[in-house]
């Protein structure tokens, strides 16, 4: 049987979209799903509902990644692999992340309605903790399961209240039996937004990344002097927010000066006491640098922390610098990367070759076995935001050069 006309149910794959939305759902239309949250766990019961209908075999693995396994021809060849996150930033998006579970659990459903037997075994993958805006960092599941990150580190990250990772995905239920370490797979293939503007401005239905920028993680902490604002004379003031007012904006025009393809941003701060007639004493506010150029991108930290220095001590308030998580750039398997390209052509979408600045939990693949995403357009370039949007349209046509991509990797001997 020729499988070339098989096309995903676009109408399905929209409904499961928009159940999963209502997980979390916010006013603004977008979703809060944070890790290991009940919406989380929510977001897991009814992913895990659906894998059993399709009678596939589950697993849960130390790290709360949930895997689900559709049996092959020959399953003692290793497996493709698909899938992305469940998990959402703060008043996120509806299809970060979840446009590529649903996307590969429509692939499998839709190779179920049709009776297809693949030669090789193919499995559809939730990863804990994609975001790493509740338990810092990012990509923890698949980092861990890649064996790039320690397990018992992961289980010590705390979030913002004090609660910590391992405690979390044990409340929620969702501590797996099995380790948390790789296993051979043939191919992994992630389907996501674009979360950026190119496409849309390209005019291309399809994007294909030659791989994921380096993601640089720091967290600064800045001691100041409290004190009533009223009677104390500007001179001699230890001010930590102006501090940290000094260094965010070195951040800013960190790429400029560094001359080289980067970014650089300040995104979260916290300000002690936090009182409008204190002079701030403690600020924590965290860095993320990206690049293609691990080189650059260490380099730059090397001239920001030395710029840091000397705001610190020119402002007399003592720091602290921490190398948070480094994840070097991930540049994908090309001939993966070719496929994603062939298929998107022969499925009638436009493609374009670029290249992915946000993280995924391709990186961590990417370290493990051949590996390649499929890209649809973000409206407005908009992400990590609640009016995030890319057309139904554009979600059934990466889920359909999905479903082939895998369909071909799954048939390879
Ligand atoms: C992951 O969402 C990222 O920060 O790019
Ligand atoms: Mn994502
Ligand atoms: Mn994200």
């Known amino acids: 049987m020729s499988l070339d006309g098989l096309r995903v149910n676009g109408a399905r794959l929209r409904e499961s979209l928009e159940e999963m939305a209502r997980i979390g759902g916010t006013r603004g239309g977008g979703v809060t799903r944070l890790t290991l949250s009940d919406e989380d766990k929510r977001a897991r019961d009814l992913f895990i509902s659906w894998l059993k209908e399709l009678n596939l075999e589950v697993s849960i693995d130390e790290m709360g990644n949930i895997f689900g396994r559709r049996p092959g021809r020959n399953n003692d060849l ?184 980067m970014v650089a941003t300040v995104g979260e701060i916290h300000n002690h006491p936090n009182s409008r007639n204190i002079i701030p004493d403690g600020v924590h506010f965290t860095v993320d640098i990206r690049s293609w150029d691990d080189e650059l991108a260490l380099k730059a930290w090397d001239v920001l922390a030395g710029e840091f220095d000397s705001i610190a001590a020119a402002r007399g308030c003592p720091m602290e610098k921490e190398v948070t998580w480094r994840v070097e750039h991930s540049p994908f398997d090309q001939r993966l990367v070719q496929r994603v390209l062939d298929k998107g052509a022969a499925l009638g979408y436009s ?53 082939h991509c895998l369909l071909e990797s799954a048939g390879e001997e």
């Open 78 to 261: 290793a497996p493709v692999m698909s899938g992305s996150h469940v998990d959402s930033q703060p008043q996120g998006g509806r299809f970060d992340g979840i446009l590529g579970v649903m996307g590969a659990l429509e692939a499998l459903r839709t190779m179920a309605d049709n009776g297809v037997e693949t030669l090789r075994p193919v499995m559809i993958v939730d990863w804990t903790n994609e975001e790493g805006s509740r338990f810092p960092p990012a990509m923890v599941g698949s980092g861990v399961w890649a064996g790039a990150l320690d397990l018992d580190w992961a289980y010590a990250k705390t979030d913002v209240n004090g609660k910590t990772f391992g405690g979390e995905l044990e409340r929620i239920g969702y501590k797996g039996p099995i380790k948390a370490a790789q296993w051979p797979v043939h191919a992994y293939y992630e389907y996501h937004i674009e979360q950026g503007p190119i496409l849309e401005m390209v005019k291309k239905d399809i994007g294909a990344p030659k791989g994921i920028l380096c993601l640089h993680w720091y967290d600064i902490r800045l001691t100041g002097t409290a004190n009533q604002v009223g009677p104390t004379p500007m001179e001699g003031r230890n001010d930590a927010l102006c501090a940290a007012a000094e260094m965010i904006l070195a951040v800013n025009r960190l790429p400029e000066k560094m001359g080289g393809n």
């Open 351 to 403: 493609t374009h070759h670029m290249v992915s600045g946000a993280g995924h939990d391709a990186s961590y693949m990417n370290q493990v076995c051949p590996t390649a995403m499929i890209f649809v357009p973000s409206i407005g370039g908009r992400s990590h935001v609640e009016v995030e949007e890319t057309t139904w349209e554009d979600c059934e046509n990466g889920a359909n050069v999905l479903l």
